[in-house]
């Protein structure tokens, strides 16, 4: 049974520093994996969607790796900023074509 | 248009109502799905249309009743809902293809407070 595990649970550093949000799946047969942001109370915005035949996506200051064979993901922010505050939020669609959701992190910027 | 418009963003309900949420989308996508969310948890997923057929129902209570009246449009119809049913209901959709290499658009949700 696919399981998605997100480190660390929260994060908060100071505003212009890059960070690293990491995701990880135990089962390497997925299809893509997908990065998402969350605000508070709000819906899921989608951030970046990386095909199991791909490396890395990037999108702005963001950019996420692929390591399918480690069962890694990394979302990489650069540059952070105090609007960048959300949960962010992985999910694989796994061999069964079913979307299988990580805890998500939430993470703070400090101004 | 790339977005999935969910309505009513806020609904207060009494345990005796009928009450039902919309979601609708123009990007062409056969799949649509409604996903329940509390607070500080992942969403999980309730029902699943495949080109406008249930194709999942991941045990979900019949107060809840989905329907797919076409391919743009999903509801959610409630009925004799709990307390402990008060969630954010989250709309998504994705087109459907070989490999499932598509991703899952989201509505901003509908919060439903049950009293």
């Known amino acids: 049974k696919q399981e998605v595990t997100q480190i660390p649970a929260a994060l908060s550093v100071p505003e212009g520093e890059n960070l690293v949000l990491n995701c990880s799946f135990t089962?390497?047969?997925?299809?893509?994996l997908q990065w998402f942001r969350q605000d508070p109370g709000k819906g899921l915005t989608s951030l970046l969607l990386?095909?199991?035949s791909q490396r890395e996506q990037t999108s702005g200051r963001l950019n996420a790796s692929l390591d399918k064979s480690s069962g890694r993901s990394t979302l990489y922010i650069a540059a952070s900023q105090p609007g960048d505050s959300a949960t962010y939020l992985c999910?694989?669609?796994?061999?069964?074509?079913?979307?299988?959701w990580g805890a998500g992190t939430k993470l703070i910027i400090k101004p | 248009d790339t977005e999935v418009t969910q309505t009513p963003k806020h609904l207060v309900m009494g345990m005796t109502n009928k009450k039902s949420l919309k979601c609708e989308q123009h990007?062409?996508?056969?799949?649509m799905y409604w996903y329940k969310q509390k607070a500080k948890k992942p969403p999980e997923l309730m029902f699943v249309?495949?080109?406008?057929?249930?194709?999942i129902n991941e045990s979900v209570p019949s107060r809840f009743s989905p329907e797919c009246p076409n391919s743009s449009l999903l509801n959610l119809h409630l009925h004799a809902l709990q307390p402990e049913d008060s969630a954010l209901y989250l709309c998504?959709?994705?087109?459907?293809?070989?490999?499932?290499?598509?991703?899952?658009?989201f509505g901003s949700g509908t919060r439903l407070t049950v009293v």
């Open positions: 089962d390497s047969a997925i299809y893509n």
């Open positions: 249309y495949s080109y406008e057929k249930l194709s």
């Open positions: 990386i095909q199991s």
């Open positions: 998504a959709s994705s087109q459907e293809g070989q490999g499932s290499l598509y991703g899952y658009t």
């Open positions: 999910a694989v669609r796994d061999s069964n074509y079913q979307l299988i």
């Open positions: 990007m062409g996508h056969r799949a």
